[in-house]
């Protein structure tokens, strides 16, 4: 029931972290995938290999600061593996920002890279999905978009407006067989956390805060989205799947 090798996927931010779980999950499951990636041409390649015996898996190198690249890339990635039935919209940035610090270059890098560029892939990608009538829309929130974060209120307004926007798309184009929901992980060991997790203090009062006593990996993250991608989710609309170990425990 997890075969999606007739699937094409496109998971963007896909050389590493939580991105690069994804795209080995789906690989492993059969499915076709492109993934977008930010600078590491020699990374993307790596990946492209690593894979290739058992999938099509392809890099594209798209700045998604700019609706031009995203719009382009799209149009590529269509072109080149016909079409897209899943869309995992997960590349983003975490930097803090102390509010009475925090520039509006820095606001508006974290909100263009964390949710616009998630509108303007969405924009791009949706036309296909609603002439086809089927698609899967995955995007990758946070626990910050649901409780705040003390230090980092660009980074979980980002997130809460992932939130918001799955809900939304979820009632707009369910009519058309599209499915759309999101993941919100709490603490992710990825390179992204690695420097504050590296602190061994901060390290055991996060898993204090969580009853199943460990922090996710990548792994255990791309495992929902996965599922949610699969014909097992059909049935699963507008939901917010928060992997967290039971440190936020949210409706």
């Not at 990635?77 to 102390?98: Q, R, S």
């Not at 759309?180 to 996060?206: D, H, I, Q, R, Y």
């Not at 495992?223 to 425990?249: C, D, K, Q, T, Y």
Request: charged content about 25%; overall charge positive.
């Amino acid at each position: 029931m997890l075969n999606l090798s007739s699937k094409k996927v496109l998971v963007t931010g896909g050389s590493r972290g939580i991105g690069a779980a994804c795209v080995k999950y789906f690989c492993m499951a059969g499915a076709s995938v492109a993934f977008t990636y930010k600078s590491s041409s020699a990374i993307a390649t790596k990946i492209e290999k690593r894979y290739s015996k058992i999938s099509c898996c392809k890099g594209y190198k798209v700045d998604i600061e700019k609706e031009e690249e995203i719009k382009d890339s799209i149009a590529q990635i269509t072109k080149d593996f016909g079409k897209i039935d899943i869309l995992v919209n997960n590349a983003g940035i975490w930097k803090e920002g102390k509010i009475n610090k925090i520039s509006l270059a820095q606001w508006e890098e974290t909100l263009k890279i964390n949710l616009t560029s998630i509108f303007l892939f969405t924009k791009y990608v949706v036309p296909s999905m609603k002439l086809k009538r089927s698609g899967k829309i995955i995007n990758v929130s946070s626990t910050a978009g649901q409780r705040g974060e003390a230090d980092y209120s660009h980074y979980a307004a980002s997130k809460g407006g992932i939130i918001s926007f799955t809900k939304s798309l979820a009632s707009e184009l369910g009519q058309y067989n599209i499915n759309v929901n999101c993941v919100a992980p709490g603490w992710v060991l990825t390179n992204m956390s690695e420097k504050t997790l590296s602190n061994k203090k901060t390290f055991e009062e996060e898993i204090k805060k969580i009853p199943l006593r460990r922090i996710a990996s990548a792994d255990d993250i791309a495992g929902p989205v996965l599922f949610l991608a699969s014909e097992l989710s059909r049935h699963v609309n507008g939901e917010i799947l928060n992997v967290n170990g039971g440190s936020v425990l949210v409706g």
